[in-house]
T-cell receptor
């Protein structure tokens, strides 16, 4: 599975959009991009995934660049409850590699 | 619909003791996984089971054994616990969709078991 690079931490003001970047320059043509988050020490929670088209669901939007070498997770209106570690994972499944992720702090 | 459940929530063991961590899912998923998470780190895959009756090693399998008891249940056993196995253990399940080339795998996680080995 391809490796990903994420900033270790980010801050975002409550009510504003949080944009979390991820680099995955070695992604293969059939690998999906997945985003999970982990709030405090709970089990990771699935957010969204995509192949090459932009995706949106009730939680977030995923923007994947045309060359698929990077992506951005967008939380449109961040709340204090969105404070968590966000993991960007690229792979075929069955053997995900969770890196250290980005610690997002939503500030009041 | 409980999703993925794990027992126990907390456990303290002495070095050399054995124990089994239990995991069950009610989503009728074929695939199940065991991960460990050390403080400040991401998750690392210990073992996974792509379907009932099959198991495969992940990144850090040494010191562990697994059993896929049926489609719902996947247990993780520590035969002789060591302090290096102090960690939080997460179980997950998923349904893999797609074919040989394109496939998606959305994993759903349990609440975790916090294990301390003294």
């Amino acid at each position: 599975d391809a490796k990903t690079t994420q900033p270790p931490s980010m801050d975002c003001a409550e009510g504003r959009a949080a944009n979390l970047p991820c680099n995955h320059s070695t992604i293969s043509g059939n690998e999906y991009v997945y985003w999970y988050r982990q709030i405090h020490s709970q089990g990771p929670q699935y957010i969204i995934h995509g192949l090459k088209n932009n995706e949106t669901n009730e939680m977030a939007s995923l923007i994947i660049t045309e060359d698929r070498k990077s992506s951005t997770l967008i939380l449109p209106h961040a709340t204090l409850r969105d404070t968590a570690v966000y993991y960007c994972i690229v792979g075929l499944g069955q053997n995900f590699v969770f890196g250290p992720g980005t610690r997002l702090s939503v500030l009041p | 619909n409980a999703g993925v459940t794990q027992t126990p929530k907390f456990q303290v063991l002495k070095t050399g003791q054995s124990m089994t961590l239990q995991c069950a899912q009610d989503m009728n998923h074929n695939s199940m996984y065991w991960y460990r998470q050390d403080p400040g780190m991401g998750l690392r895959l210990i073992y996974y089971s792509a379907s009932e009756g099959t198991t495969d090693k992940g990144e850090v399998p040494n010191g562990y054994n697994v059993s896929r008891l049926n489609k719902r249940e996947f247990s993780l056993r520590l035969e002789s616990a060591a302090p290096s196995q102090t960690s939080v253990y997460f179980c997950a399940s998923s349904e893999v969709y797609g074919g040989e080339y394109f496939s998606t795998d959305t994993q759903y996680f349990g609440p975790g078991t916090r294990l301390t080995v003294l």
